[in-house]
């Protein structure tokens, strides 16, 4: 797989962690980013995966930085894009070259609180109980298919930081369970009229 990530990278950490790790059935052949200071990008470095980034004002637009990142991408030749903490949306050319197998995780229950500000949303909504989702990604936000969610309560007096700091603690376990269940077909997801396992 490649995984996409525009931060300090702990999702992407937990994927290269479970790769180097003697029951790992994951591999990770690039990590890349829209941001060339992403600190995740040193990590993945440091474990000697290749990493390349793709800034989206190296471009003409977005689209023709779509169509560059679906390039990078492709010359991976990853059976999976991971999106771990990756803060732009996809565009058209690289949901054609991976169509079914771009994978995004998401701190929240959704179809509750989609985007950028999901954790901030849950506190605003004063629900008691939120989560982790991990899912396909399509052309919308946050709105393709759901592979697995697990839940996280919201507690008395949770702020902003500290509950995404729970719900991050779950993602990462979701996210390499779930990515791990992909690689090996013990999840099929359904991408058109058949199903795959890549």
Request: aromatic fraction near 4%; glycine fraction near 10%; proline fraction near 6%.
């Amino acid at each position: 797989m490649v995984v996409l990530l525009s931060g300090v990278g702990t999702l992407c950490a937990a994927l290269l962690d479970s790769a180097a790790g003697p029951d790992g059935v994951l591999d990770v052949v690039a990590v890349g980013s829209d941001r060339s200071d992403a600190p995740g990008l040193a990590h993945a470095r440091t474990a000697g995966v290749p990493t390349f980034v793709t800034v989206v004002r190296d471009h003409a637009d977005r689209s023709a930085w779509d169509r560059a990142l679906a390039a990078e991408l492709v010359s991976h030749r990853p059976d999976w894009v991971v999106c771990a903490g990756f803060m732009k949306l996809l565009g058209p050319a690289v949901l054609a070259a991976f169509a079914g197998r771009v994978v995004n995780a998401h701190p929240s229950l959704l179809p509750q609180f989609p985007g950028a500000h999901a954790v901030r949303d849950a506190l605003a909504a004063g629900v008691t109980t939120t989560g982790a989702t991990v899912h396909l990604v399509d052309a919308g936000l946050d709105t393709g298919p759901v592979l697995a969610q697990r839940t996280v309560p919201v507690l008395p007096g949770d702020d902003e930081a500290g509950l995404h700091e729970r719900i991050k603690t779950v993602e990462r376990e979701l996210l390499v369970q779930t990515v791990a269940a992909l690689a090996t077909g013990a999840l099929l997801t359904s991408t058109g009229t058949e199903e795959t396992s890549r």
